[in-house]
């Protein structure tokens, strides 16, 4: 048996929480990704089994590559359908927060969600969370909110209860927060957990393919722009940045989703440490930051710093109000600034 982590008093308070509830609301952050997708629609399904009234909200659209998970056709979108789902948000008497560590994660949902005093129990692997849960099962050591949901379900309900769509949504947010198991994935209880979904039937190959082999040509194209086009090399500080803007993204009929990625492509190049995606929003008037690094460059401490985000030690992001070549001038600055750890 893995280890639990999970302490017998949250364990029991976990319960506690689940059984009272009459009406729990599943939610996620915001641009929702694998890990927040795979454990949303894992947990949906698990509590479902439960004879639970359970309803999984995100605060905006998911990305298509995403939209192959068991389950995910159930998810409702916040952003697409407030009316109907304000009073579903009003009426919850639980909420379960999964990977994200601060309610502004939640965007658009989040006062809707605020508004509601119910308690909220949050699974979640992002360092420093806010003081905003009732029970908190959070552990940063984790790769992935999935990683660590999987040991909560196998503590409430054993691992015999655990099926075959679950493991298939678990093993997908496990694989995409790690780069299929190419960042932050070197412990070992990693793929003793891989073992036990293995065993329950999932095909790992397909799910990769089904992630990762599902783009347009377009995206290849956008790539291919921003790698020769967009791509500027800061060589004195092992530092590159890429940025879009809208027009740009326009040209190749950008997609949500269809940049993902992208910012881990220059940590490739010998020697590289930082890596910094600015994209103009599609959907909001501001720029997306993407920060990537490897070994102990903090990107979630600059983000902070910079560009009113967080993150992880190696995958952060954040928002800017500005133009875009404000904000290629303010990544330029941040890494000016934090030189001592890039040189
Ligand atoms: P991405 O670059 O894929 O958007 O995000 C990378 C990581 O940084 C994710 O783990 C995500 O949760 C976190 N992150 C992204 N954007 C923000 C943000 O605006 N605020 C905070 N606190 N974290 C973010
Ligand atoms: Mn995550």
């Not at 659209?61 to 979108?77: H, N, R, S, T, Y």
């Not at 003793?192 to 393919?209: A, N, Q, S, V």
Request: a negative charge; aromatic letters at 10%; hydrophobic letters at 40%.
């Amino acid at each position: 048996m893995i280890e639990s982590l999970v302490s017998d008093k949250q364990l029991v308070d976990l319960k506690h929480l689940l059984d009272e509830a009459q009406k729990i609301v599943l939610t996620c952050h915001v641009s929702p990704d694998g890990d927040a997708m795979g454990a949303l629609t894992a947990f949906l399904s698990v509590l479902k089994r439960q004879n639970k009234d359970v309803c999984a909200i995100t605060p905006n659209i998911f990305p298509d590559f995403l939209k192959w998970l068991p389950g995910a056709d159930e998810v409702q979108v916040y952003e697409k359908n407030e009316e109907q789902l304000d009073p579903v948000l009003k009426a919850a008497d639980l909420f379960v927060c999964l990977d994200f560590n601060g309610p502004s994660r939640m965007s658009m949902m989040e006062a809707a969600v605020q508004a509601n005093p119910a308690p909220k129990i949050v699974i979640d692997h992002h360092p420093n969370p806010e003081d905003f849960a009732s029970c908190l099962i959070s552990f940063p050591q984790m790769s992935s909110t999935c990683e660590l949901l999987y040991r909560v379900i196998v503590a409430l309900y054993g691992e015999d209860f655990l099926g075959y769509d679950e493991a298939v949504c678990l093993y997908t947010g496990m694989m995409t927060d790690t780069g299929a198991f190419t960042y932050n994935s070197s412990r070992s209880d990693i793929y003793y957990i891989i073992g036990k979904l293995l065993e329950k039937g999932i095909d790992k190959d397909k799910i990769y393919r089904n992630v990762f082999y599902e783009y347009s040509a377009e995206r290849f194209r956008l790539m291919g722009y921003v790698l020769y086009v967009k791509m500027e090399m800061l060589h004195e500080y092992h530092s590159v940045i890429l940025s879009l803007d809208r027009e740009e993204q326009k040209r190749f009929s950008h997609k949500k989703g269809d940049t993902e990625g992208f910012v881990n492509i220059p940590l490739q190049i010998k020697g590289n440490k930082l890596s910094i995606f600015l994209r103009e929003n599609t959907e909001q008037d501001n720029i997306r930051v993407s920060l990537r690094s490897v070994d102990d460059f903090p990107c979630n401490q600059m983000a902070a710093e910079f560009f009113n985000g967080g993150g992880h030690l190696n995958a952060a992001g954040g928002t800017l109000e500005c133009t875009l070549d404000e904000a290629i001038e303010l990544a330029k600055k941040a890494v000016r600034k934090y030189a001592h750890l890039l040189k």
